[in-house]
């Protein structure tokens, strides 16, 4: 009787919920679905993040990139995927081996191919059951699980990317834009004009100016994080100066010889002096050519004529000064021109193919200087210098008068033009210089180079704007408050990047995951069920079959004698047969029947009876072939990491090295796929064999067999949950699929960012000057100059080359010959740093008013000198409410005190009401020690120092070079702390007279001293001794270094450019890029070793170990074995009892089981029974007599 037609016959797990296992609940669902929707908010707000600042996050340098970041977000998004894979993996599993449980529980019936059907088996050929057996809870978990597997690991793993690329971000910068006042700039340019002062001092021009662009603009603080490749943006006003040459005569000119004999008489053989007389040459009175008058110049030249010139080019420009006047002695005379004409200039152009000169060709020009500023987008690079200038034309204007002494700054660029030693009036050329002759007309070397008008003019005006810019440069106040100005930082820096995606490809996985979770969730708490706990084991297997299954379909296995069909017989055997639910004794049961099919027209095809092929890992061939593909991956992974061991870049590039670096790329992660893969499927195929393998070794109890739950596929359950005491073959297997997981991950971050260098010998340095040698000429030099330059510095407006960046040393300069006019190449040179330690210690603070005084020790040689220092503090000190810092030296006579040490005295009003009370004056006494050491310096083209590293006892604290720095030092130090000169009022304050020796001086380094404080410090409330002394020790060492380098042909002994002197370094080459971890692939080498050790291991202990023509993986293909079982009506009467009741029962019962041949005896061919010989001493069943009553006798083979 069919199930629909019973009545009161509803079975009790149709109207209650039927057993679950834990991964199909709602709580580990839920806990699965939000770890998905975790993981997709986190990959989204990445991305979001990295779209709207440009990136994760940033490096300045590659080698700034530190390791266990990149590490962070390389294994940190890796291990979350594991977890993903293997939690949605252990849920997938239960819904795959327990889904042809749900579909037997259809109240309609399903085809009895069903009994025989297992998805577990694989997970790609799951799907394809699943869409022919219209399994479609199958066809929503298997593609996910797989899809999990094969593409998410990858997909995470890749998540962010490292990379070059544009970082910028906005900084606050501070610049000086105060320009010292008029009278100063007066000062300033008249003693400029004579060649003194900070506009007379060439040094100061090399150090700070080696290049400049275009324009000049306000000295910008630099930010701290910028590097070579840096560019800041700002807003501010810049300037520049232009020449307008828009008046031009052109003629003819006819020479004449030179019989002077005093010129004459120092020429070579074979030249001559050529005389040109241009008189009254016409042009345009006007700068843009529209005035009626007319402007007449004359010109008186002499030009040097070489013996083998064949056509030759004499080029002369002067300048007039701001009164319009010609400065003698002058080539030019001019009638009637206009006041605007600054500069004039001629171009004669001499054949001399014929061997004499008849006439050539002049071309007489008169230029007008503009001077211009503009509120402009000003960019400037690592160095401060003037990138680019971004201006619309409605913003230009003219040099501001009030701000400038305009006149003044042309009288100065012409003074500079007429003063210049190695004239600049005419180009480099071997055949002789600008001289006067005894007729006072002016000599001019010719020039086979011939140029046009426009490229001279060019030439000119390039030269009078750069003398602007260096003019102007000067006139910026970087000791001064600065100006807080708002910019943008542009930076070619090392970029962590979100993969954009790889980023919406990991969503769309993720989100189907949500998508089958909703499925699951929405679906199995309906479905119907008749599982009363988990049917893993074989003993919950007979219960099933015992209980579920009718005598008549029992008997029908019987009878088909199936004991030793394969699985291809048993799904032949299962076609036009269905399950449906009918009554029995009052129960549902299943009921296995022949449906009424059509016959077929199609031949049958034969199947062979030959038992089921082992698994893949325990057949020889197939063994041997994996054996050898692992053995060939660890040949590859040490062959390439062997390879990558490069010891010079230019095998980095080899094809070699390539090849390895592909596959060190692409093979860990498909290998490590391909290997997870392969022993997940040893594992469930050693789990699905195992309990049969005891079986049939006879004698197995109850746990080693049928009690065991093998049936759970994931191989991390035994090593978690002690309940499930697998065999130690299987808790081996576990190991190394958990070591597999190991081997994932480690395969996601086997690259990690690495800066590789090679350094190979070079012969692009030479010495500047010659080593080991020291002057003392400090009478030769200007410590004031060195103090506008140390203000610079201090404020990191500027880079200091060949010193350190902290301003400790200056080194020995090389120069660097650098034919591609690269500034990236590093070189590596050893080098003598001069530098200067100070030792600084408070004073005790005196009561007295208006006189203070102090007396302290130093030692001079073997003794201490005592030293005493007498201040008279003036009104203005004592009520000063600014910050105010003086450098005094000692009182007396004594030269080793003022030499070797001196006095510093600060006076700071407190920011907060808190300090009020507080001292706000201090007192310092500091000592100077020489410091001459050599180092092991890295640095680019310009001289500017990447790294050093100081060279283990090099120092030289003895000999001639050492007493001639100590004596400069002690000079340095006298002249630090003597007057200086007060050529601007925006550097100090009102003179006042100060206490008997201490004359009024002005206060440059006190300055300095309190602007840096402010900068470095600016938090500070009140006055802190070490910030202090910090400060002093740094503007001290920072003035030693720089005077130094300003003025180094004063100390030091320069050779000459003519004959360079190769010096010995090294030219490094770095690069930066993915390298693979050694530490990373020895370890996976290792992993994989393990592997291979295990696969062999398996192999070894389990080949040939089962002789049954099948495993039984299917609840259909265990019927046939335990139809005539006796114990299957025994694990009948467990069905009420639950799942660790009954294991407890078989458990007690100590009985031993066996799987194979019982017909000795009787029985079956082939059976799963207790191992007892089968003496029974229970009287049999109706159940038994009536298959024992059925024919016995089958065929082997099967046909359709």
Known sequence: MRVEDGENSIQKWRTTRGWLPRT????????????????????????????????????????????????????????????????????????????????????????????????????????????????????????????????????????????????????????????????????????????????????????????????????????????????????????????????????????????????????????????????????????????????QVSVILNTLIGADSMTVQARFWEPVDSAGNMVAPSAFTTSGCSSSFKVFGVMIDMDLAAGNVSSANYTMFACSTVYQQALADVTLDSNATVASVNMTPAAVKPLNSQDFLVEGVHDLIASRYLSTTTDVRVESSSQGNIFANSSGAILVATDSNVQNTTSYQQQIRQYWNYEFIVTIDRFFSPGGPPTSADAQQKSLVVILMVASDAVTLVEAILGIGLVAIAILLSIYPNRPNFLQWDPGSISAQCTLIARLFTSSSKVMFAEAKLHMANTRQLKRWAKGKSCEWVVEDGEERIRVVDCPVPPSTRPSRFINNRPDPMPHFLRPMIFLAECFVIAAILTLFGVSLSYIRWKSINSFFSTGATVAMVFLNFGPTAIASVIGSFLLSVYRNLTAMEPWIRLQDGLADARQSIVENYAIQTPLVPLFLQRHRKPGILLFASIVCLGDLVLRLLSGGIFTPQLKRYSSPTSALSHVYRPGLLFNNSYKTNIDISLVATSRLLNNVTILPWATVDGSFFFTPYSVHNPSDDNYPIYITTTRGYGVDLDCEELPLTSAADVQSWTYTIPVGSTQETCSVEIALTERQKHSTRQSVHYYAP???????????????????????????????????????????????????????????????????????????????????????????????????????????????????????????????????????????????????????????????????????????????????????FIPATSLVVIIICLLSIDAVALMTVFTVRFKRYRGHRVPRTLGSLIPWVVESRMLADLGATWEMSGRERDKHLLEQDRKYRVGDFSATGGPPWALDYDDDLRRDDPPRDSEIELQNRGSDGPSNERE
């Open 24 to 295: 199909l609940h709602r709580p580990y669902l839920f806990t699965l679905a939000g770890l998905f929707t975790f993981m997709l908010a986190a990959v989204e707000t990445l991305r979001q993040w990295a779209k709207r600042q440009g990136g994760i996050v940033h490096w300045a340098y590659e080698s700034d990139l530190p390791t266990a970041i990149w590490g962070a977000y390389t294994y940190l998004p890796l291990a979350f995927a594991l977890l993903a894979i293997n939690l949605f993996d252990a849920c997938a599993q239960d819904v795959l081996r327990l889904e042809p449980f749900f579909q037997l529980a259809k109240a309609e019936g399903v085809s009895a191919s069903m009994l025989f059907t297992n998805y577990c088996s694989n997970t790609l050929a799951a799907s394809f059951m699943a869409v022919r057996n219209r399994n479609w809870i199958v066809l929503a978990v298997a593609p996910v699980s797989l899809a999990f597997r094969m593409f998410l690991p990858s997909l995470l793993a890749g998540l962010v990317e490292l990379d070059d690329g544009i970082w910028t971000e906005n900084k606050v910068v501070n610049t000086w834009p105060s320009i010292i006042d008029l009278d100063s700039q007066k000062v300033w340019l008249t003693s400029g004009s004579s060649g003194n002062g900070p506009l007379g001092s060439p040094e100061l021009n090399a150090f700070f100016m080696p290049d400049p662009e275009d324009f000049t603009t306000a000295p910008v603080s630099l930010p701290d994080d910028q590097n070579n490749s840096s560019l800041l943006t700002l807003t501010q006003d810049v300037f520049w100066s232009n020449l307008t040459c828009s008046s031009h005569s052109e003629g003819v000119a006819y020479p004449q010889v030179v019989t002077d004999l005093s010129s004459a008489s120092h020429l070579p053989h074979g030249q001559q002096i050529w005389s040109w007389n241009i008189e009254n040459a016409l042009m345009e009175n006007s700068v843009n050519g529209s005035s009626n008058s007319q402007c």
């Open 891 to 1073: 009182n007396g006579t004594n030269p080793a005190c003022q030499e070797s040490s001196l006095f510093v005295w600060a006076s700071w009003e407190a920011r907060s009401s808190k300090h009020k009370n507080e001292s706000s004056v201090l007192a310092l006494h500091c000592e100077p020690r020489l410091h001459i050491q050599d180092f092991r310096v890295e640095f680019d083209s310009d001289g500017t120092i990447e790294i050093l590293h100081p060279v283990i006892g090099s120092e030289v604290t003895s000999g001639e070079l050492y007493q001639n720095a100590s004596a400069l030092l002690k000079i340095f130090n006298q002249m630090l702390l003597g007057p200086h000169e007060n050529i601007t009022s925006r550097w100090g304050g009102t003179a006042t007279s100060q206490h008997r020796t201490h004359s009024y001086h002005y206060n440059w380094p006190g300055s300095l001293t309190s602007n840096s404080y402010t900068n470095k410090y600016s938090k500070d409330s009140i006055l802190r001794p070490s910030h202090f002394i910090s400060t002093v020790q740094g503007v001290y060492k920072t003035l030693f270094s720089t005077h130094l380098a300003l003025w180094g042909d004063q100390y030091f002994d320069r050779l000459p450019s003519s004959s360079p002197h190769p010096a010995r370094g090294n030219v490094v080459d770095s690069f930066w890029g």
